[in-house]
Nanobody
Framework: QVQLVESGGGLVQAGGSLRLSCVASGRTFRNDVMAWFRQAPGKEREFVARVMWSGANTYYADSVKGRFTISRDNGKNTVYLQMNNLKPEDTAVYYC???????????????WGQGTQVTVSS
């Protein structure tokens, strides 16, 4: 059974930084895609960033490009999301997810973590 466990969320002031972690377990993720999504209250879940387990290929939503960096440590089965220059509009529950497809829509992802809250104060 695949499990994804996020951590690292919290409360930070605008302009600050946080690093989220997602530990994956349950099988080998050699050819999968790992992604971060977020969902703010009253809004739909939206794509943030994705990375391939097998390489350095990354892709970001325009709203976070240049501020967020996704990376992975294959040895630890962990994906990270470094978030810099945070803005109040980044406030949301952040989820990691995995799939075998190269997609950015939530429906394309098979497994999800429980989420971690990120709150950015102005």
């Amino acid at each position: 059974q695949v499990q994804l466990v996020e951590s690292g969320g919290g409360l930070v002031q605008a302009g600050g930084s946080l690093r989220l972690s997602c530990v994956a377990s349950g099988r080998t993720f050699r050819n999968d895609v790992m992604a971060w999504f977020r969902q703010a209250p009253g809004k739909e879940r939206e794509f943030v960033a994705r990375v391939m387990w097998s390489g350095a290929n990354t892709y970001y939503a325009d709203s976070v490009k240049g501020r967020f960096t996704i990376s992975r440590d294959n040895g630890k089965n962990t994906v990270y999301l470094q978030m810099n220059n945070l803005k109040p509009e980044d406030t949301a529950v952040y989820y990691c997810a995995t799939t075998s497809k190269v997609v950015v829509i939530p429906e394309g992802y098979n497994y999800w973590g429980q989420g971690t809250q990120v709150t950015v104060s102005s």
